[in-house]
């Protein structure tokens, strides 16, 4: 059985962030590995070690600056991962189509089960899966919190307002991981060194596709705070009535 998980590199959520020019400055960005992908990775990892003769293979496009999420792959227990290089990061069906090149070329069919993290921190835009789901022709789920895995399918739950919904799935599937789904592991020292000695496995992720979404310029949050007082409930009517922003 194979198995394969999609990564991305983001930004720290502690990291400063600057724009300079309609442009984010990077140069002060400490790069890690998406959130939502630890538990991609921890679930797979998890089915690795309940299965004999399962294999998990990470996937992420981009350059060679994603050697470092690739390795902490590795460290969480990944078999083995693979660059899809050329790959665009600015554009989710970009993305998509780039891992679905990829894990096509990677393998003679298509992988058993692939995992994707929810959405990434950076951008929160949670399309990549289910558009990675369509160009594989493979079912697909979104937001799991819940798993089981039996001969032939798999069940899973996710949680939606005011409930919580149940999906019985043949493989090939595509499964986007939510938080509570599981506790990612701590990669050790050890883990660690011996994910630096491993080969990553760069593969064709070129696509020659016009993106879908095209991005101009960033501008920072206003964090301006414009605060009066009114003596009376009179005078606050008659503020709210000739600033209102409605009609």
């Known amino acids: ?9 983001v930004p720290d959520t502690g990291s400063r962030i600057d ?6 400055d990077a140069s002060r960005l400490n790069m890690v590995l998406n959130p939502y992908d630890e538990y991609a ?8 070690e ?18 470092d999420v690739l390795r902490k792959a590795l460290a969480m227990g990944a078999d083995q991962v693979c660059l899809a290089e050329g ?8 993305v998509a189509a780039s891992l679905c090149k990829a ?11 692939v995992f994707c993290g929810r959405e990434s921190s950076d951008s929160n835009r949670a399309q990549v899966p289910l558009m990675l789901a369509e160009m594989l022709g493979a079912a697909a789920v979104s937001d799991v919190t819940k798993l089981t895995m039996y001969e032939g399918g798999l069940r899973v739950w996710r949680e939606i307002e005011g409930g919580v919904e149940e999906y019985m799935l043949y493989t090939p599937a595509v499964i ?22 491993q080969t990553v496995l760069h593969l064709d992720g070129s696509v020659e596709k016009t993106p879908g979404v095209l991005y101009k310029d960033f501008s920072p949050v206003s964090r301006e705070r414009n605060c009066r007082f009114s003596e009376t409930a009179e005078d606050l009517v008659r503020v709210l009535y000739k600033e209102r922003r409605w009609g």
Do not use: W
């Open 103 to 113: 894990i096509r070329s990677h393998y003679s069919g298509l992988p058993d089960l």
């Open 41 to 48: 990775i921890e679930e797979a990892v998890r089915l690795k």
């Open 176 to 197: 986007s991981t939510e938080k509570g789904l599981n506790v990612p592991r701590k990669t050790n020292i050890k883990a660690v060194m011996k994910a630096r000695k």
């Open 50 to 67: 309940l299965r004999a003769g399962l294999t998990v293979t990470a996937f992420s496009a981009g350059g060679k600056k994603r050697y």
């Open 19 to 24: 724009v300079q020019n309609g442009i984010v």
């Open 87 to 94: 790959g665009s990061n600015e554009d989710s069906y970009l």
């Open 1 to 9: 059985m194979e198995i394969a998980v999609c990564i991305n590199r």
